[in-house]
């Protein structure tokens, strides 16, 4: 009997329970291979079921990401942090910064090992008296050593980066609709399951991955646009 029905099954099961968290990646094939007993060719049969089903979608490199059933369309471009940093109003909270080891998601993503030593940036960005945007950011800690020596709340980590020499040369970036969880709900000040924008972003330096961050955005106050040529 094909064992795939059984890893696909209780894998929609983990995703439709929340039990993979928004904006981490699901274990890679390997591993599911490891935790199911099979060979890693099932355990991407099972994924490919769920990929065109809707549950997941592959970042090339990265992984695979619960989507909720989520279409994947267009292009949008994010406006750098230097422009949001002008506004007199708008101010940049650094809730966390500092050295951690990486998950075993994480070191997926960033192409590390789990347990490598990674910069964790936690930080809350707000207009006036309004909180607006939540960052939780990862860095190789070993292209960037010394980035947690500067002023966060003020300077690009972009710019940072470029000073260090690890110039950004690729992003790739994921944007959807989501509800907002306990943490996200109570820092954003709204209520829990209010909706919002969750943009997951990977960033490159030549061919290595540097940095890996999500931001979730308060949908009653941010709308993103492009234009293009049909």
């Given at each position: 009997?094909?064992?795939?029905?059984?890893?696909?099954?209780?894998?929609?099961?983990?995703?439709?329970?929340?039990?993979?968290?928004?904006?981490?990646?699901?274990?890679?094939?390997?591993?599911?291979?490891?935790?199911?007993?099979?060979?890693?060719?099932?355990?991407?049969?099972?994924?490919?079921?769920?990929?065109?089903?809707?549950?997941?979608?592959?970042?090339?490199?990265?992984?695979?990401?619960?989507?909720?059933k989520r279409f994947r369309q267009g292009m949008f471009r994010v406006r750098p942090f230097k422009e949001w940093a002008?506004?007199?109003?708008?101010?940049?909270?650094?809730?966390?910064?500092?050295?951690?080891?990486?998950?075993?998601?994480?070191?997926?993503?960033?192409?590390?090992?789990?347990?490598d030593p990674v910069l964790y940036v936690h930080r809350l960005r707000t207009a006036g008296d309004e909180a607006l945007?939540?960052?939780?950011?990862?860095?190789?800690?070993?292209?960037?050593?010394?980035?947690?020596?500067?002023?966060?709340?003020?300077?690009?980590?972009?710019?940072?980066?470029?000073?260090?020499?690890?110039?950004?040369?690729?992003?790739?970036?994921?944007?959807?609709?989501?509800?907002?969880?306990?943490?996200?709900?109570?820092?954003?000040?709204?209520?829990?399951?209010?909706?919002?924008?969750?943009?997951?972003?990977?960033?490159?330096?030549?061919?290595?991955?540097?940095?890996?961050?999500?931001?979730?955005?308060?949908?009653?106050?941010?709308?993103?646009?492009?234009?293009?040529?049909?």
């Amino acid at each position: 009997m094909a064992k795939y029905p059984l890893i696909k099954t209780t894998l929609k099961d983990r995703l439709l329970g929340g039990h993979y968290l928004e904006g981490l990646p699901l274990p890679s094939e390997p591993q599911l291979a490891r935790e199911f007993e099979v060979s890693r060719m099932t355990a991407r049969r099972a994924i490919d079921e769920l990929e065109r089903e809707g549950y997941v979608y592959r970042v090339q490199g990265a992984g695979t990401f619960p989507t909720g059933k989520r279409f994947r369309q267009g292009m949008f471009r994010v406006r750098p942090f230097k422009e949001w940093a002008r506004h007199p109003d708008h101010r940049t909270h650094v809730l966390r910064a500092l050295t951690v080891g990486a998950t075993p998601e994480i070191a997926a993503v960033l192409h590390l090992n789990a347990g490598d030593p990674v910069l964790y940036v936690h930080r809350l960005r707000t207009a006036g008296d309004e909180a607006l945007v939540i960052e939780k950011r990862y860095i190789n800690s070993a292209l960037a050593p010394s980035l947690l020596d500067h002023d966060l709340s003020s300077e690009s980590i972009h710019e940072v980066m470029i000073g260090l020499g690890v110039p950004i040369t690729r992003v790739e970036q994921n944007l959807e609709a989501v509800n907002l969880r306990q943490e996200e709900a109570e820092l954003l000040r709204v209520p829990l399951g209010t909706a919002a924008f969750l943009l997951r972003r990977t960033s490159y330096s030549g061919p290595q991955r540097v940095s890996y961050v999500n931001y979730w955005v308060r949908g009653d106050r941010y709308a993103f646009q492009d234009s293009f040529e049909p």
